[in-house]
């Protein structure tokens, strides 16, 4: 079956550093993967997706992602954190049906001064 | 402006009184789902409709029954709240997939605010 792993729970980030948010997934074929954002009682904002060509894909806010075939994984990172970005972050495959979304349980972003 | 709505965005209710959630969306896309997010769990899918007429069960469908009578509206009815059902729920739509052909979930999905409920 598809999952979604996200295998840090929380992570705490200074501003101005570097962040690496990871995920992995199973999936038999090629993935459909998403990353989304969601703030403080806010709804899910999607940061970037990958369907297929360049493995490093560029979003919003600063955002990169960088699809493994061999490590199964489609990492988030950003250059360097701003206090806004703390927020929780969900990692996403389209499942083989093209029916769901299949996310992982997240990663909660906390971003100290 | 393109979005999902949904309503109530609050509700507190007490077991057994039908309710209903309100999702509409203004993009004409053809698929919609809705999805509970509980602490530690994540997003679970309850329920997607590919289309007008056409819905199905998703990961966690029991306890909830939906419709699709028109493009733009997929409310969620639960007919007897239960608690387990206290969680945030979400209403998604998706334009059509990422690569010719593909439909549904093959392309990112456009999320409702969400609706926090809960039951007494």
């Known amino acids: 079956a598809q999952s979604v792993t996200q295998p840090d729970i929380h992570i705490t980030v200074s501003e101005g550093a570097s962040l690496e948010l990871r995920c992995n997934y199973s999936?038999?074929?090629?993935?459909?993967l998403f990353w989304y954002v969601q703030s403080p009682g806010q709804g899910l904002q999607l940061l970037l997706k990958?369907?297929?060509?360049?493995?490093l894909v560029q979003g919003i806010k600063g955002f990169e992602a960088e699809f493994k075939r061999s490590q199964s994984s489609f990492n988030l990172r950003k250059p360097s954190v701003h206090w806004s970005d703390a927020a929780e972050y969900f990692c996403?495959?389209?499942?083989?049906?093209?029916?769901?979304?299949?996310f992982g349980k997240g990663t909660t972003l906390s971003v100290s001064s | 402006e393109a979005q999902v709505t949904q309503n109530p965005r609050y509700l507190i209710t007490v077991t057994g009184k039908k309710l209903t959630v309100t999702c509409s969306q203004n993009m004409n896309h053809e698929y919609m789902s809705w999805y509970r997010q509980d602490p530690g769990l994540g997003l679970r899918q309850i329920y997607y409709?590919?289309?007008?007429?056409?819905?199905d069960k998703g990961d966690v469908p029991e306890g909830y029954k939906v419709s699709r009578k028109e493009k733009r509206n997929f409310p969620l009815i639960l007919e007897s709240p239960s608690p387990n059902q206290t969680s945030l729920y979400f209403c998604?739509?998706?334009?059509?997939?990422?690569?010719?052909?593909?439909?549904?979930?093959?392309?990112?999905?456009?999320f409702g605010p969400g609706t926090r409920l809960t039951v007494l």
């Open positions: 998604a739509s998706s334009p059509p997939g990422g690569a010719p052909g593909l439909v549904g979930s093959y392309n990112e999905q456009f």
């Open positions: 999936y038999g074929a090629t993935p459909y």
């Open positions: 409709s590919m289309n007008v007429e056409v819905t």
């Open positions: 996403a495959v389209g499942d083989q049906a093209g029916t769901a979304l299949i």
């Open positions: 990958y369907f297929s060509g360049d493995t």
